[in-house]
């Protein structure tokens, strides 16, 4: 997939047999995470078992796409060719709402540099980069205003 303003290629995410469901899922628009049927934990990244139990128990569940800023950084530096039209841009941890030990690495859109913080809340989106569909978080102006 080429970017405005280059013809450089994004690095692609890489589907696995235990990721697929993720990436299926953000293709219409639901934020999915492997779950435990034993010890009823949710899990990210997935795998072949429950990283809390080790039960291979384990089914997909839709989640709220609801939770906070838990860390975050701004890439100023280039770091592949790619994403030069995108700097400065924000990479965040997120913290689900579903469970205090479940994170995700993905990118803060919609918020200015200085405005983002740590317990922001924030909520999903889904971005359409050729042909991935990814999740990327922005500030939850619904959660703010019912606070």
Not at 8 to 17: A, D, E, F, G, K
Not at 39 to 65: E, K, L, M, W
Not at 72 to 89: G, I, K, M, N, Q
Request: aromatic content about 10%; glycine content about 6%.
């Amino acid at each position: 997939m080429s970017v405005a303003g280059n013809n450089i290629s994004r690095p692609r995410p890489v589907m696995t047999s235990f990721s697929a469901f993720f990436w299926e899922g953000a293709k219409r628009g639901k934020l999915m995470l492997q779950f435990c049927g034993v010890c009823h934990c949710f899990q990210h990244p997935p795998g072949p078992t429950c990283s809390h139990c080790g039960s291979d128990a384990i089914s997909n569940r839709q989640v709220s796409g609801e939770g906070k800023l838990d860390s975050f950084t701004v890439v100023r530096h280039l770091f592949h060719p790619a994403f030069a039209d995108d700097l400065p841009y924000i990479v965040a941890r997120v913290q689900l709402e579903e469970q205090a030990d479940v994170f995700l690495i993905t990118n803060l859109r919609d918020c200015a540099l200085d405005a983002a913080y740590v317990g922001m809340p924030v909520s999903v989106m889904f971005e359409t980069v050729g042909e991935d569909v990814l999740p990327q978080f922005r500030p939850s102006v619904l959660r703010k205003v019912a606070q």
